[in-house]
């Protein structure tokens, strides 16, 4: 054990667990406590400075909390101040699949999080569970919180996976339901969300006889999204179609996209017909790009990856305890509907 030459006394006006705090963070600031290094053990540190367990482990989850330190389960705690000098919660951020529809997102989301005195590391499982348990085997400890988006996996095999290595309130989870799998997690409600926008514009879908939800089979989409398409087209009596691609774009049709190799496929054929945007044919894009708005017809959109859900994600990573988010649809009304 590292010793560690302060006194802490008895009658200062800071409380004893304060002292140990401020001892421990001149420590870890002057480089006596290295980045990586574990720190000593509650029971070595209750015994070293007259201390209780409670008055250390206190001292210890302070420090945590401003970013000084991570854990790691029945290992301890361990230095994590970057080499900036500067505190800040360290985030690893396990994604399914990168895609058209949320690439730039995250590039935002990495960018704000610096803002934020926040470390982001991104990485891909492929909606793989034996390759995001590989995953959590190398990084466990490494960071504060893990934030995970499930995807097609029941969000108790994701918990599983992290299991005696991360504490249950380091996990936030994408969630798609309001339950008590998780202490933290994000929360969805993609077939509400969907159906309640279509509603929302119902009036200019009207001159529309058709829907056509357009899903390519490369690119992943939520199943409750095509739950949401089909509860809006039944209570409004509309017909509605899935389709894998557009081969071709037929009057008074509506065609909703989720990716832009089918929104740009979509856009040469108008170009190439005698089709009017937002009169003869309808297009509605699932998520957004500046260039959409710029676009001889600005291109209508519906996008949860937005800048509500980069302020839920902040939110979420900052506070401590059992907490659900919920992250907001955001409706982009523009010509092309």
Known sequence: MQVMDVKIEVDHKLPKYQQ???????????????QGERMPSILDSSAAYCLSRDTVLKAYKNLYDQGFLTSIYRKGYFVSLPST????????MATSEMNSANFLFYQRLSKTMEENDIQCDFKNYHNDLNRLGHLIEEVAGNYHTY??????????????????????????????????????????????DFSNVLTQ?????????TLNLVLPSEEYFPYKLINGFFNYCDTNHKNGNILEEVEQVEERNAY???DEKTLFGFMNIICQSQMKLGED?????????????????????????????????????????????????????????
């Not at 500067?86 to 985030?91: A, L, Q, Y």
């Open 20 to 34: 140990f705090t401020n001892m421990l963070m001149r420590k870890i600031k002057t480089g006596e406590f290295k």
């Open 85 to 92: 000098g500067k505190p800040g919660k360290k985030v690893l």
């Open 147 to 192: 934030i995970v988006d499930p995807q097609v996996h029941s969000k108790e095999k994701i918990l599983d996976l992290f299991k005696n290595k991360v504490a249950d309130d380091g996990i936030i989870l994408f969630n798609d339901v309001n339950d008590e799998t998780s202490k933290r997690h994000i929360l969805f409600n993609i077939e509400k």
């Open 201 to 209: 514009m119902n009036d200019r879908l009207q001159k529309y006889g």
């Open 256 to 258: 909703i996209v989720v």
């Open 281 to 337: 044919v309808g297009l509605l894009a699932l998520f957004d790009r500046p260039y959409l708005q710029y676009m001889s017809k600005k291109v209508s959109s519906l996008n949860w990856y937005n800048k509500g859900l980069i302020e839920c994600i902040i939110s979420a990573v900052k506070t401590n305890g059992n907490k659900c988010i919920r992250a907001e649809v955001e409706l982009n009304m523009r010509e092309t509907l």
